[in-house]
């Protein structure tokens, strides 16, 4: 069993900052990539940002040098800094990790329960 589990989502205004997290917990023996995707109301789900393994970062263009993602590998964590937020950047927030369980187990992808971000006056 693996779970992953979210925290930091809120209320904002625009301008303003928040930290999100997803640690993920249970039979886990290697993590390939961690990352963050959000879906909005009556719109698809979207890679907001992804980091690899070996720390490489790719993040969606509208998000790009405002968010900053980042992991703390001893806890298996991910993190989302996601500071100067729009509007527009109101969304459920979910962490996805693409990871093994076990030794010659396939690479699975595991998802957080989704967190709400809103930013409004």
């Known amino acids: 069993q693996v779970q992953l589990v979210e925290s930091g989502g809120g209320l904002v205004e625009p301008g303003g900052s928040l930290r999100l997290s997803c640690s993920a917990s249970g039979s886990i023996f290697s993590i390939r990539d961690m990352g963050w995707y959000r879906q909005a109301p009556r719109k698809q789900r979207e890679l907001v940002a992804v980091i690899t393994s070996g720390g490489g970062t790719n993040y969606l263009d509208s998000v790009k040098g405002r968010f900053t993602i980042s992991t703390d590998n001893a806890k298996n964590t991910v993190y989302l800094q996601m500071n100067s937020l729009k509007p527009e950047d109101t969304a459920v927030y979910y962490c996805?990790?693409?990871?093994?369980?076990?030794?010659?187990?396939?690479?699975?992808?595991?998802w957080g329960q989704g967190t709400q971000v809103t930013v409004s006056s």
């Open positions: 996805n990790v693409d990871l093994q369980r076990f030794r010659g187990d396939y690479t699975g992808a595991y």
